[in-house]
Every structure is written in C-alpha cells, then in structure tokens.
C-alpha cells in the first residue's frame, strides 16, 4: 500500500492563478480531509468528506473547493491564489468507527508558495 | 471551546537523556480521543498513539511512553534514552465531531519542536 499520496511536492503560485492539488489513497478508507500547515502552528480542517459525492467545510474553507468522485481521490483547489494561502497542504484518509475517533493518516503533503 | 495546548516550543536534550513532551487539553465531551503525531525534518506527519478517555492507562512502546491523566486533562509523552532519530516536532491532537456526520477533525496543538544532541 502506498497510502496517501499527494502531488505535486512542490508549487510556487502567482497571485491570482489557480491549481488543483492531487490527493489519492489506496486504503480504501471513506474519510478524506484536507489540512493546511502554517509556520509553526499545528494543522487547520480546510474540507472533508464522508464518501464519494459528499464534501463539507471545515474551519478555514475560504478560497478552496473539493470534490469527492471516487472513494480514492480526493483534489483540492484553489482558485484566484492570494499570499495567505502560502503553507504546507496535508491529506488525510481514515476508515470509520462507529465510536468515533477514528486514526487519520497523513500524505507527505505539498508546499504552497504564492508570490 | 476544544483547545490543545503545548506549552513547550522547543526543547534540546542531549542524546540518552530522557524528555517529557506535554500536552493539555480542554473538551467538553465526555467521550474523545487523543492523538499524538511525528513531523519529522522530512515534513511528513507519523500517527504514534491514539487513546480513548475511557482507557487511563499509560502506554509503552519501545522507547515511548505516554500518561493520560484526565483528572488534569492531560496527555504527556516521554521519550527515554532520547536518540538523534527523534529529533522531530510533535504534535498532540484531540478529536473533535463533525457536526451530524460520523467523523472528527483533529485540533492540533502548536506542537513541540525536539532537538536530540549528538
């Protein structure tokens, strides 16, 4: 298993542009979640989804959207890139309990530059 | 409101010393989950541990080691005989539901910034 990968590594943006962040897993888990990583602070809920076709916002949704047409794939978009959207974007998958509390499992996340 | 919080921004050890990472929490529910992760210099976020609040016994693994103490709403993690591998951020996180749906987002503390000496 390969787990959660996420392209590309690496972007440099200009203000304005737009992109598509690629996010897959092969764990075949329902849960998908994107998280955005500023300087030394911990991770912030942008989106997630519960399953193919439902997404829904987190804390800090502003500037993104998401769609969700398969159980693997997960992308994440930016439109009209602005400075603060500068961080590290991490995806995430988990396989559902009923108790709750489920583990989340990261991708090696991809660093996001908009000058 | 549910808060994490690692008072420790960095701390240094020298290699083999043993070091305590904390980790407060603040939740109103009476059922939640605790997380801790691994950022090494690699950027890549590790899972290590998850305990529920209804399990207060402190686990073991290898060299780590953790103590959940609910009375002080607390969750610490012990590195022992520290190694230059371990120098890494660490992350304390609480799970927190979603709304209606069966899932939960992580709030993360500011984590705590490791650096293992030679």
């Known amino acids: 298993n390969a787990g959660v990968t996420q392209t590309p590594k690496f972007r440099i943006l200009k203000i304005g542009q737009s992109m598509t962040l690629q996010c897959t897993q092969d764990?075949?888990?329902?849960?998908m979640y994107w998280y955005r990583q500023d300087p030394g602070m911990g991770l912030k809920l942008i989106y997630y989804?519960?399953?193919?076709?439902?997404?829904d916002k987190g804390e800090v949704p502003n500037g993104y959207n998401v769609s969700r047409s398969t159980t693997e794939d997960f992308p994440l978009r930016l439109e009209l890139a602005a400075p603060s959207q500068t961080s590290v974007y991490f995806c995430?998958?988990?396989?559902?309990?009923?108790?709750?509390?489920?583990?989340?499992?990261f991708g090696p996340g991809t660093r996001l530059l908009v000058l | 409101a549910q808060k994490v919080t690692q008072a420790q921004t960095e701390i240094s050890v020298v290699e083999k010393e043993d070091v305590t990472l904390d980790c407060v929490y603040e939740?109103?529910?009476?059922?939640?989950?605790l997380f801790w992760y691994k950022q090494p210099p690699s950027g890549e976020l590790v899972f290590l541990i998850r305990?529920?609040?209804?399990?207060?016994q402190n686990e073991i693994s290898g060299r780590y080691s953790w103590n959940f103490q609910k009375s002080t709403s607390s969750f610490n993690f012990t590195i022992t005989a520290s190694q230059v591998v371990d120098s890494a951020v660490y992350f304390c996180?609480?799970?927190?539901?979603?709304?209606?749906?069966?899932?939960?987002?992580?709030?993360f503390g500011q984590g705590t910034t490791l650096q293992v000496k030679p």
């Open positions: 995430a998958s988990s396989s559902p309990r009923l108790a709750g509390g489920e583990t989340q499992y």
């Open positions: 764990m075949n888990h329902n849960y």
């Open positions: 989804s519960v399953g193919a076709g439902i997404t």
């Open positions: 939740t109103r529910d009476t059922t939640y989950y």
């Open positions: 305990r529920n609040s209804f399990d207060e």
């Open positions: 996180a609480l799970s927190e539901r979603l709304g209606s749906s069966n899932t939960g987002k992580l709030i």
